[in-house]
């Protein structure tokens, strides 16, 4: 068997065959430039193979409703040209297999909760963060997604202000105060005049991002009680999670029990942010077996 995986991201596209093993058997890479021209270089790519199904995680937001004659499609995204636009029904004019829809994130947090599965630890619920250029978050309960009309959109929940950063303007153009606007890479140059690569973890700037990104495990425990938090992304290393474990313990204050903290708030299991192509497989998978139904 054979199935496909898209990572659509916002500079470029993943794309990728696998096997029933989840093993990668090609890959492709395509820039993000217009619709129709990244689209149909997808569609080129995987006409060349016996594929059986394809599942898609993409940059958002995203009409996930399937009761709604926009499924399928990117509806308000920022990313120039992409608004409204009918990514499956574009896919699906060239490509006549069964697709599964859902955001980047949530096909990242599918693919860190299958391999958990295959290695039989006791993980029924995960949310997974990735910090990168922009902030967002998918959640698993009980191997369901989390979201119905909609995704999820944690990246821009409002968090309270490090009292070291309050002249930070923050860099969304809709809330500022949100996870996004205060710690996406974007904000290492706006606030240090340095991308976040070139900032040394001994500058004061990571422990205002480690304090932003324990509030967001702070809510996400209290309101998901999740078995595990993976924070994944260009933005995220083991010693910012150093920090984000400091942050988060006295913020928590045992109000509520959680696992020993280098479990519970960890790194992705599948190494080189290859978890959204993993997703992808077993979600395309996933959309293969409902279609034989």
Not at 110 to 130: A, C, I, W
Not at 135 to 162: D, S
Not at 174 to 185: K, R, S, V
Not at 242 to 248: I, T
């Amino acid at each position: 068997m054979l199935v496909g995986s898209i990572e659509a991201g916002g500079t470029k596209f993943i794309c990728a065959l696998g096997d029933e093993n989840y093993q990668i058997k090609d890959k492709a890479y395509f820039p993000t430039t217009t619709p129709e021209e990244t689209l149909g270089k997808v569609a080129d790519y995987f006409s060349q193979f016996a594929v059986e199904a394809i599942g898609i995680g993409s940059f958002g937001p995203l009409n996930l409703d399937p009761h709604s004659p926009k499924y399928g499609y990117i509806t308000s995204t920022t990313k120039p040209y992409w608004q409204n636009t009918n990514f499956v029904g574009y896919l699906k004019q060239g490509l006549h297999v069964p697709i599964y829809w859902t955001t980047d994130v949530n096909s990242s947090a599918y693919g860190e909760y299958v391999v958990s599965k295959r290695k039989q630890l006791p993980v029924d619920s995960l949310v997974y963060y990735t910090v990168g250029t922009g902030v967002g978050a998918g959640a698993i309960i009980n191997g369901q997604f989390v979201g119905t009309i909609g995704n999820p959109e944690m990246g821009h929940t409002l968090v309270k202000r490090h009292p070291q950063d309050r002249d930070f303007t923050g860099n969304c153009p809709y809330h500022q105060d949100c996870l996004e606007g205060l710690i996406a890479g974007p904000t290492f140059l706006a606030r240090t005049g340095k991308k976040g690569e070139n900032v040394p973890l001994s500058d004061p700037v990571w422990q205002i991002i480690a304090y932003y990104l324990a509030q967001a495990v702070m809510q996400a425990t209290l309101i998901l009680r999740p078995n595990k938090i993976i924070l994944g992304g260009g933005v995220i290393s083991e010693e910012l999670l150093s920090k984000v474990r400091a942050e988060f313990a006295p913020m928590l204050a045992d109000y509520v029990e959680v696992p020993d903290l280098a479990d519970y708030i960890s790194m992705p299991a599948i190494e080189h942010n290859g978890s959204a192509i993993i997703g992808g497989f077993a979600l395309a998978e996933q959309a293969l077996w409902s279609n034989q139904k």
